[in-house]
């Protein structure tokens, strides 16, 4: 099980794989390559691309070699560069959820919004044996909300992101 300590240096990671595809400014190739689900709906959106998942995948892989430097701990390489995949394929299930629900892109989805690229770096950490302490995951879980949230309302008010959340 992953200490208090060890949790947050390989979440930090994820946090900076969450928020630089939007540094593309809304360009890309989507993952979804423009396909329907079932219902009709566009699988994911134009709002998730390849670019933006290997942008986000190598910011988050340079702050985990960066923390993993100075920590001397490879656990911190290898568990910040999971957490930061685990964190686009979180925002990714929820873009899924949220067309399913009829939400288009950029509508808002409180708590999921905030919570989704969160949730998905700690099930990815949990299916390679990373366990966070439930106690520890959840204490952090408002801390990064409300990072989250002010960091997309910067990023609104610079125009890099159209909407605030």
Not at 11 to 21: E, F, I, R, V
Not at 46 to 59: D, I, Q, S, V
Not at 81 to 107: N, P, Q, V
């Amino acid at each position: 099980m992953l200490t208090p300590t060890e949790t947050v240096l390989v979440l930090l990671p994820a946090l900076a794989a969450n928020g630089s595809p939007v540094l593309l400014g809304h360009r890309g190739t989507p993952i979804d390559g423009g396909r329907r689900f079932i219902d009709g709906r566009p699988l994911l959106g134009p709002g998730k691309t390849w670019e933006g998942l290997a942008l986000g995948t190598l910011y988050g892989s340079i702050v985990a070699l960066l923390l993993a430097s100075l920590t001397c701990r490879p656990l911190i390489l290898w568990g910040g560069i999971a957490a930061s995949l685990g964190a686009l394929i979180g925002d990714m299930l929820a873009a899924f959820i949220k067309r399913r629900l009829g939400l288009e892109r950029g509508a808002p989805a409180p708590v999921l919004d905030q919570l989704d690229f969160y949730s998905g770096a700690l099930l990815l950490l949990y299916t390679l044996g990373l366990v966070v302490d439930p106690l520890t995951a959840v204490l952090l879980a408002p801390a990064v909300f409300m990072l989250h949230r002010a960091t997309n309302i910067a990023a609104n008010k610079l125009r890099l992101k159209q909407v605030p959340w």
